[in-house]
């Protein structure tokens, strides 16, 4: 949807621009006949505003049943051998068939509602020169409805029909195309899940730091005992030491130990 908004975002500023061109045009040909043809363009506004409003809200109904059956369809494929296994098919098809119809019920009722807002638009230029042509014959009995007023007038009507043909899927495509970014939108902006998987990276800092305290409290022990040294040629020394298994013990079990 956003693509083809894209493709025709141009048309939005081309559209008005011709048809402001081309009832400047009417009116050096039928001066205040031009004005009926605008005002009943302008009364058509009104009308593919409402349908383009209908339009979006199905639009919007559309998309949240579009994801209820993508869900559902991804919950079936990915958990397939356990519905094999209890024989589920019967009951996952009606209800896969449940979510589509109601699908294609929004679908039909948009498709509607789109072909009423462009018979609207293609209508336009057939009611804008009825009205156009009524009002200059009627405003004065001098006017007459030459070949070149008719031919001159219909090759601007003509004109006209190209941006009115293309203005119902203009703001079709509008529509859906807002619906998209705020789909895109909320999407984006939605909480981010936390890493439950374990970090390569992580243990390998942690790591990295337990050998670092691990080097650290060995080169701490070889500094006292580098230290100890010298004062004394022997990393270990035993002067008269007595040894026993246990504390409550009365009699210790080895007894003046020494070690140089």
Not at 4 to 21: F, K, S, T
Not at 75 to 97: C, H, M, P
Not at 107 to 131: D, M, W
Request: aromatic share 10%; proline share 3%.
């Amino acid at each position: 949807r956003v693509m083809e908004y894209v493709q025709l975002a141009n048309l939005l500023w081309i559209c008005p621009l011709q048809i402001g061109i081309s009832i400047y045009l009417l009116w050096q040909e039928l001066q205040y006949g031009s004005l009926a043809g605008l005002i009943v363009m302008l009364a058509l506004l009104p009308v593919n505003a409402f349908i383009g409003a209908r339009m979006r809200g199905q639009q919007i109904r559309l998309l949240k049943q579009r994801d209820q059956r993508t869900k559902l369809m991804s919950e079936i494929l990915n958990g397939i051998k356990v519905l094999k296994l209890y024989a589920w098919e019967t009951s996952f098809d009606q209800l896969i068939r449940k979510f589509r119809s109601l699908e294609m019920k929004n679908l039909r009722k948009q498709a509607y509602l789109s072909a009423g807002i462009t018979f609207a638009f293609n209508s336009a230029p057939f009611f804008v020169a009825i009205a156009s042509f009524s009002t200059y014959l009627m405003i004065d009995r001098s006017n007459v409805l030459d070949a070149q007023k008719v031919f001159v007038s219909q090759a601007i009507f003509n004109i006209l029909r190209r941006p009115l043909a293309f203005f119902p899927q203009l703001i079709t495509t509008t529509m859906m195309f807002f619906v998209s970014i705020r789909r895109i939108n909320k999407f984006i902006n939605c909480d981010e899940l936390k890493d439950q998987s374990p970090s390569i990276g992580g243990n390998q800092s942690k790591d990295h730091q337990n050998n670092g305290k691990a080097n650290g409290v060995a080169n701490g022990m070889a500094n006292g005992m580098s230290n100890g040294k010298s004062k004394s040629d022997s990393q270990i020394v035993l002067s008269n030491a007595s040894f026993k298994w246990d504390s409550d013990e009365t009699t210790p079990s080895l007894s003046n130990i020494s070690l140089d």
